[in-house]
């Protein structure tokens, strides 16, 4: 899944492409893709794109005084889309912009969706309450904002849980999904199972910092392409680097995995040397 990032970037490079080209229509390409009655995208019609915003995770394709706010959930991606063929592959929705007088035939720009969740969508929202309306009204703060005080107010503040379903969780904090999860925790040298609760103030000043690295380097290496990366393309320390050498400390890069996701972490690093019980290799051995 695109994380803070990938979306920061994207929303960059898609303002720079598209900033002021007129939204000629918005044509859903199958019945789940619009997730809002009111506005109507028709609304949008005829006026400019001021720009590519985003807000956690999403893209918010501000269009005053709408606003479509799109999540691309897992497999989801906002593509360019030159050929803007009848039935593209995945597509979900599509952005038609008005030809002018030095580009008669405009990109497009096409949602697509692989697999089979079908859970990526366009809110249509109006511009001046789209923080506050569904679905961006229920975010936590955004990753790349959080200093190590505010991030220790907020572990206070929520119930205790491990950490790195805590650093998931989007009501909590926003942006930050299974890759950076992983990557947090091993730069902060937590484990990823600590208890948010316990981290007391030198844990979330350290996770703080971690996430604003982990930001900072994903964002210079996002920023110097021309699309979205998929996940094995983005670089790691542990991320999918399971039994690879620890680049910090050379322990071996060990595994606890779920049903939808991998926590990646380093023994040495993070754990005091402990390795966690694998519970796909435990499942094999009962
Ligand atoms: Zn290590």
Known sequence: MPELPEVQAHAERLTASFAGRRLQ??????????????????????????????????LLLEFPPVTFVVHLMQGGRLHVDAKQSAKPRGG?????????????????????????????????????????????DSLGPDADTLGGDELAELLAAAP???????????????????????????????????????????GAAAIAAAMAEAIADGLAVEREREAMSSSKERPSRVHHRTGEPCPVCGDTIRAVEYSSHTVNYCPTCQTGGKVLADNTTSKFLK
């Open 25 to 58: 229509r918005f044509v859903p390409l199958t019945f789940t893709a619009l997730k809002t009655v009111a506005p109507r995208p028709d609304d949008a019609y005829g006026l400019p794109l001021e720009r590519v915003g985003r807000r956690g995770k999403y």
């Open 92 to 136: 979900q929705a599509r952005f038609v912009f008005e030809p002018t007088d030095d580009d008669p035939t405009p990109p497009a720009l096409l949602l697509t969706e692989q697999g089979s969740e079908r859970r990526a969508g366009v809110w249509c929202v109006p511009t001046g309450s789209a923080l506050t309306s569904p679905p961006l």
């Open 160 to 202: 205790s849980t491990r950490i790195h379903g805590w650093l998931r969780d989007q009501h909590r904090v926003a942006g930050v999904g299974r890759m950076l999860a992983n990557e947090i925790c091993h730069r902060a040298k937590i484990s990823p199972f600590a208890m948010s609760r316990k981290l007391g103030d030198g």
